[in-house]
């Protein structure tokens, strides 16, 4: 029964990893959209269907979550204590697909910048906004924005 209980809840979780309009991603494009900008979502086209695509500024955005994408050092990003080998394959195949990604699109001259869910949640997220939009004006052809400096 139990093992039922898990597999199922382990499903609906894992199918939670590739699914859009998360709360980190609204609060981003909110924020983006009240400031001016304006974006594609999820275009096919190209690698790894970035989130936000900002075509006049050739550059993509990823909001990731702390979890699923491990962020390295955050307090969001644990390991759960149970099934250890299931989740360490999970996060390493999870960290090197975007790795593979961010290459793919640096190789083709786009720019691409990753938002750390912690950012959207730290009371300091109107700085990291901000920090967001000068990236976006700046020729910076990869950064990361996170709140692990909080921690
Ligand atoms: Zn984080």
Redesign the pocket.
């Known amino acids: 029964m139990t093992d039922t209980v898990d597999s199922a809840t382990r499903s609906q979780n894992m199918s939670r990893i590739r699914s859009k309009n998360t709360k980190p991603e609204l609060l981003v494009r909110k924020y983006l959209f009240s400031s001016g900008f304006r974006y594609c979502l999820n275009d096919r086209k190209l690698p790894g269907r970035p989130d936000i695509v900002l075509r006049k500024y050739k550059a993509v955005i990823f909001v990731?979550g702390?979890f699923w994408h491990h962020?390295q050092g955050?307090?969001?990003?644990y390991s759960p204590r149970s099934r250890t080998g299931f989740w360490q394959k999970k996060f390493s195949g999870n960290v090197s697909r975007d790795e593979k990604v961010k290459q793919a699109l640096l190789e083709i001259d786009w720019r691409v910048l990753v938002i750390?869910?912690?950012?959207t949640r730290s009371k300091k997220c109107l700085d990291y906004f901000a920090e967001v939009e000068s990236w976006i004006k700046s020729s910076s052809s990869y950064s990361e924005i996170?709140?692990?400096d909080e921690l």
């Open positions: 990731h702390c962020h955050c307090r969001l990003a750390w869910e912690c950012a996170s709140a692990s």
